[in-house]
């Protein structure tokens, strides 16, 4: 039979290894943003933002301009995520110190958000809207499954190391919990 005392440690870790979840999928989301536009959109060309859609070809100097505006908005959305993200972990991190962070929880996190940011680009961006496909020509829908694929890969490595570290318990394992050690509770007061 548990305490009240032990459950409430035990929430109050659990609240401590999850609260970098939040941040580290926004990170994911807005890095996972930012590769595929600095990638496919600007060092390969392969597509814009609205590339596909009806009369914004990025063949014609009018096309290009709007593909290029609206790739810009696309990096000022992924910058916000990012800076979110940023601000929630420096949050984070200085509510509950510096002591235990685990990057293996942090980096999981991340790769579930860059799994998240691929699957819904992929599906409303290449298959529903079909504003733009990864690579268009004779092999496009290889090109936008294997985007899929990709945040299908991201999100199952995601999954196996960011509950895995805070399932497994103790100091080392959870990311943003703070040692015993240095609770203010259950020691006596040095002055």
């Given at each position: 039979?548990?305490?009240?005392?032990?459950?409430?440690?035990?929430?109050?870790?659990?609240?401590?290894?999850?609260?970098?979840?939040?941040?580290?999928?926004?990170?994911?989301?807005?890095?996972?943003?930012?590769?595929?536009?600095?990638?496919?959109?600007?060092?390969?060309?392969?597509?814009?933002?609205?590339?596909?859609?009806?009369?914004?070809?990025?063949?014609?100097?009018?096309?290009?301009?709007?593909?290029?505006?609206?790739?810009?908005?696309?990096?000022?959305?992924?910058?916000?995520?990012?800076?979110?993200?940023?601000i929630l972990l420096w949050n984070r991190r200085q509510s509950v110190g510096a002591d235990a962070r685990s990057w293996r929880s942090a980096l999981g996190w991340a790769l579930?958000?860059?799994?998240?940011?691929?699957?819904?680009?992929?599906?409303?961006?290449?298959?529903?809207?079909?504003?733009?496909?990864?690579?268009?020509?004779?092999?496009?829908?290889?090109?936008?499954?294997?985007?899929?694929?990709?945040?299908?890969?991201?999100?199952?490595?995601?999954?196996?190391?960011?509950?895995?570290?805070?399932?497994?318990?103790?100091?080392?394992?959870?990311?943003?919990?703070?040692?015993?050690?240095?609770?203010?509770?259950?020691?006596?007061?040095?002055?």
């Open positions: 039979m548990t305490t009240t005392a032990e459950r409430s440690h035990s929430r109050a870790r659990r609240d401590h290894s999850d609260g970098i979840a939040v941040p580290a999928m926004l990170l994911g989301v807005g890095l996972g943003g930012f590769l595929d536009g600095i990638v496919l959109h600007q060092i390969l060309q392969w597509h814009h933002m609205v590339s596909a859609a009806e009369g914004y070809a990025a063949t014609t100097v009018q096309g290009l301009e709007v593909n290029t505006r609206w790739d810009g908005v696309f990096h000022l959305v992924t910058y916000l995520f990012v800076l979110a993200g940023l579930l958000g860059w799994g998240v940011f691929n699957l819904i680009e992929g599906v409303v961006n290449h298959h529903l809207l079909e504003i733009h496909h990864v690579r268009p020509g004779p092999h496009q829908l290889a090109y936008d499954l294997g985007f899929l694929a990709l945040g299908a890969s991201l999100l199952f490595v995601g999954g196996l190391l960011a509950p895995r570290s805070s399932r497994r318990g103790g100091r080392n394992s959870t990311n943003l919990e703070v040692p015993a050690r240095s609770r203010s509770f259950g020691r006596a007061d040095p002055g």
